[in-house]
């Protein structure tokens, strides 16, 4: 059934104004968390933390306070029913001697006999009316509450028999008791008796109230000490962090040279000196890229600047200069691809899978070094010594790095010359090395050889790209090893391979290292089989860095 159309419908439910608000804030502030600065958060965390710790140990113990009071309570009246009872038991008169004639007399010396607490009272009553008060020494004064008197006279409306003994909380207009009734009747009584003892309930609790009020203040006190402390304190743990943003602001793509100052050993300074070394490796990355470009900027220029002023001064209706201009142009583009190929190779150096490890016996891969040296120029190819030893390596780079090293040899020696090639298990080191009877290299050239585009002072332009040595060291540097030279000008140069061994993967180690005083053929520190390789081969030109 629908309603009539007059009839007025009622309006929507509307939320109350005031909860929306309450509610709306609340969300704000839950959505908005995140957006709070990290002291902020910290500190209100600290406190709200603080404030459940301060609630959850005060309102244990107030409950159990509150308990143990109760307790107290009704042991106290537990003790002074038994005492009555005691007292009704024996019923003699401990001030006369004689038997209690009445129990309105027993209840007048019972409480004589008691002593009540500093919130406890008691009346005596005979037949629903007040008999006897306490003294006025007691404070809580009883027949000044109708309800409770009226209660306790209601008591003699039931028959004593029926009645227990039993403690009851009662509440009043004027307060809350902890109350009970002992009623009392001997057989020739006329009318009967009873006892009323009560405790002031709410007075009690008031004072327990009392005491955690000032809980409560103190409580309060202290989260506003922790929240100042902590403010300060995380403040100050806190510091190095707006350093490090503002130092991190402060930084730019052409500016690096910014660090935080780093003070203590925790964790945040941990944190600065691992920021620290981050902007040390971005440097040096930077600085690479841009002494990459520079270089590479340099080295291609020339051959380009070379290739276009030909072109622009060849005469095309002669066929001999046409000739000569295409093979200049061919052997520099030649020499930047050449450039173009190692700088790729270089670029790779940087991946995770740029060298590829497996186990490799290093005799048969050092054999097969020199089988692949032999062609690159006209020497007198030796094998110092193999090493009997399998080694996790890439044999693919490390026959690159050792051919590159070969390819040095012939193009810094004398042809009909000596260049030997060996390798040699030392204690913990796998040593490959290049040696040949060149022009040598001079002391302050020993470090620069080893940069990119780097040559000695006895090289030209056109002796490769300048990124040879630069790729061996790359290649030694993924496999963990290391490179060095010996050379001394006008004698030789020998280059040797470090590698990592583990001792447990020696087969059998050798104990000493190749000499360079020693002529080509000899063993290095022990006798050994010498393969002797002349080579009639002419290496090319540009065939390596």
Do not use: C
């Not at 030649?334 to 186990?359: E, H, I, N, W, Y």
């Amino acid at each position: 059934m629908t309603a009539p159309p007059d009839r007025p419908t009622a309006p929507p439910a509307r939320e109350h104004p005031r909860a929306g608000g309450r509610l709306r804030v609340l969300w704000n502030l839950v959505v908005d968390w995140g957006a709070l600065p990290v002291r902020t958060r910290v500190i209100t965390l600290l406190v709200l933390l603080t404030a459940v710790a301060l609630i959850l140990s005060g309102a244990t113990a107030y409950v159990l306070q509150r308990s143990s009071m109760v307790q107290q309570i009704d042991d106290s009246l537990t003790r002074s029913v038994q005492e009555f009872r005691i007292l009704a038991q024996e019923g003699i008169d401990p001030a006369s001697g004689e038997p209690f004639s009445a129990s309105d007399q027993l209840v007048f010396t019972a409480m004589q006999r008691t002593l009540p607490a500093e919130h406890e009272g008691m009346l005596g009553f005979r037949d629903g009316e007040i008999s006897w008060t306490a003294s006025s020494a007691v404070e809580l004064r009883l027949e000044r509450d109708p309800e409770l008197v009226q209660w306790a006279a209601e008591r003699f409306d039931e028959p004593f028999e029926d009645q227990g003994v039993a403690i009851q909380t009662l509440s009043t207009a004027q307060t809350t008791y902890r109350a009970v009734t002992v009623p009392i009747q001997f057989d020739n009584d006329t009318a009967p008796s009873l006892m009323l003892l009560a405790y002031d309930f709410s007075a009690e609790l008031q004072e327990l109230d009392t005491t955690f009020l000032t809980y409560g203040l103190v409580g309060f006190g202290v989260l506003v000490l922790v929240g100042v402390a902590g403010w300060i304190l995380v403040g100050r743990l806190l510091h190095p962090l707006r350093i490090l943003q503002s130092t991190a602001a402060e930084i730019s793509g052409t500016d690096l040279r910014g660090r935080v100052p780093v003070s203590g050993q925790d964790d945040v300074a941990g944190l600065a000196m691992t920021f620290n070394e981050m902007l040390d490796r971005l440097q040096d990355s930077f600085s690479s890229q841009r002494q990459l470009l520079d270089d590479v900027g340099h080295e291609l220029r020339t051959p380009i600047t070379i290739v276009q002023g030909h072109l622009e001064l060849q005469d095309a209706a002669d066929p001999d200069d046409v000739r000569e201009v295409r093979e200049i142009a061919l052997e520099e583009l030649d020499r930047m691809r050449l450039l173009v190929d190692d700088l790729v190779t270089l670029a790779k150096s940087g991946r995770p899978d740029f060298v590829t490890t497996q186990p490799v016996d290093v005799g048969p891969l050092t054999r097969d070094v020199l089988s692949k040296a032999s062609p690159l120029g006209p020497r007198i190819w030796t094998l110092d010594h193999a090493a009997d030893v399998t080694v996790p390596l890439d044999a693919q780079r490390i026959t690159q790095a050792w051919l590159q090293l070969a390819s040095n040899a012939v193009k810094y020696s004398a042809e009909g010359s000596k260049v030997s090639i060996g390798s040699q298990a030392l204690s913990g080191t796998l040593r490959l090395w290049v040696r040949d009877q060149g022009i040598g290299i001079r002391p302050e050239d020993r470090e620069s050889i080893f940069d990119r585009f780097g040559r000695g002072s006895n090289s030209t332009r056109a002796e490769g790209s300048g990124l040879g040595l630069n790729i061996v060291t790359a290649i030694v540097s993924a496999h963990g090893g290391t490179v060095d030279v010996q050379s001394a000008p006008g004698i030789g140069s020998t280059f040797y391979l470090d590698l990592p061994l583990d001792p447990r993967e020696l087969a059998s180690p050798d104990a000493s290292e190749p000499d360079v005083s020693e002529p080509a053929g000899t063993g290095a520190g022990r006798p050994g089989p010498v393969t002797s390789i002349p080579s009639t081969t002419t290496h090319s030109k540009d065939g390596a860095a």
